[in-house]
């Protein structure tokens, strides 16, 4: 079966808005500088859109030495080179990491635009993924998260209103797997080549209009009466797929893979 890439998205700072690409590299722990930042409270504990929805208005871009940052919610764009120094140790949903603290200047700006102590950390060290052989910087378990247009298609028939696919802030965007097509692939080959894994579990965040941080229950509850299953021992309502990165290449908007 062949599957058209239409959208391929990275996230530089975790939980924060995406930025759309045309092309993307594909490296051993997803696309290249995704989820290459993140924010902590003070103890290292990772922050989200789960409990800052605010975070889907900051918008960051990152060419690998510089950070910036705007947002509606600050006077000024946040603008950093990165800073070296000791790693310090942080957790994403319990399990332990590393970061490199990027100052008081990135603090300060965070703290005030999202009225909440914290600091941003810079990825590093190596952190493997939960099952399947391979790495990650600050994404939750998995480096690659893959969705088909068909599906969020199928979903936006059973809303009352359709829903944009940043609400499920996905890397790859697919087309031609027909609606929940990815459920079934393992293998997607290309210029890179990636196993799907899992099913991508789903949270409030998709809850959070990743436009004005408002959040209304209605996408969970609509996926929550057919998309609920058992994954890793647990019931979770799923909606796409994650994968580990296979072989390296550089994805492009309009490539065909092919799945199997």
């Known amino acids: ?52 929805p605010a975070l889907a208005l900051i918008h960051p871009a990152y060419d690998g030495t510089k ?9 000024a764009p946040l603008i950093c080179a990165e800073a070296d120094g000791p790693a310090r140790d942080v957790t994403v949903h319990r399990r332990p990491c590393l970061g490199i603290d990027q100052g008081d200047d990135a603090a300060g700006w965070f703290r005030e635009a999202l009225g909440i102590s914290c600091r941003l950390v810079r990825f590093t060290g190596t952190r493997p993924t939960k099952r399947g052989g391979g790495t990650l910087a600050y994404a939750d378990g998995y480096p690659v998260s893959v969705l088909s ?13 359709p829903l944009p696919m940043n609400r499920f802030r996905p890397n790859i965007v697919l087309s031609g797997l027909g609606a929940y097509g990815e459920d079934g692939v393992t293998r997607l080959r290309g210029a890179a080549e990636i196993e799907l894994v899992k099913p991508c579990g789903r949270c409030v965040i998709i809850n959070t209009d990743q436009e004005t941080a408002e959040r209304s229950p209605a ?31 550089t994805l492009r908007v309009g490539d065909e893979l092919t799945a199997s």
């Open 1 to 52: 079966m062949i599957a058209v890439i239409t959208a391929l998205n990275v996230y530089p700072v975790k939980s924060a808005a995406g930025v759309p690409l045309a092309e993307a590299e594909m490296a051993p722990d997803g696309l290249r500088h995704d989820r290459a930042f993140m924010l902590v409270r003070p103890d290292g504990r990772h922050l989200s859109q789960r409990e800052v």
């Open 219 to 249: 996408p969970l509850r609509a996926l929550a009466t057919y998309r609920t299953q058992r994954s890793d021992g647990a019931r979770e309502i799923v909606f796409g797929r994650l994968g580990v990165p296979r072989a390296l290449g």
């Open 149 to 161: 247009q068909e599906s969020l298609d199928d979903l936006n028939h059973r809303m009352d209103g």
């Open 67 to 75: 950070l910036t940052v705007t947002s509606p919610l600050a006077d």
